[in-house]
């Protein structure tokens, strides 16, 4: 996109989809063994919370971002993401538990993001 305004719903999900394909569909990483041998000789810590995230742990985090810093390569704000009170973080666990669930490699569509898949 050009960085003007989106001026209907098709732009807008327009450019929700290639925000997520890009920040979500990227290229695997090199494999290091030694990662690998460093995360599995860490101990582990019990006060850790190992289920999967809930909506409200989202949207609680997306109210703690602090307004009026400048957006990331997503060019997306904390303030555009605080105006869209329950898409936003139904969106964002809706993937966060496909994550979890079928792992970091698991395709995202536009569609799984808005509940269609």
Known sequence: MD????????EILARWR???EEALNHQLGTLSST????AN???SDESTSVDET???EVTSAI???KNGRAPALDNINPE????AV???PQALHSTFIRAWRFGTNHPVSLSMLIGNS
């Open 41 to 43: 000789s860490t101990a």
């Open 63 to 65: 109210w703690k971002l």
């Open 54 to 56: 809930t909506l409200e």
């Open 3 to 10: 960085g003007s305004a989106c001026k209907s719903d098709e």
């Open 18 to 20: 290639e925000h997520f």
């Open 80 to 83: 555009l993401l605080k105006c």
């Open 86 to 88: 329950t898409p936003v």
């Open 35 to 38: 990662l690998d041998n460093d």
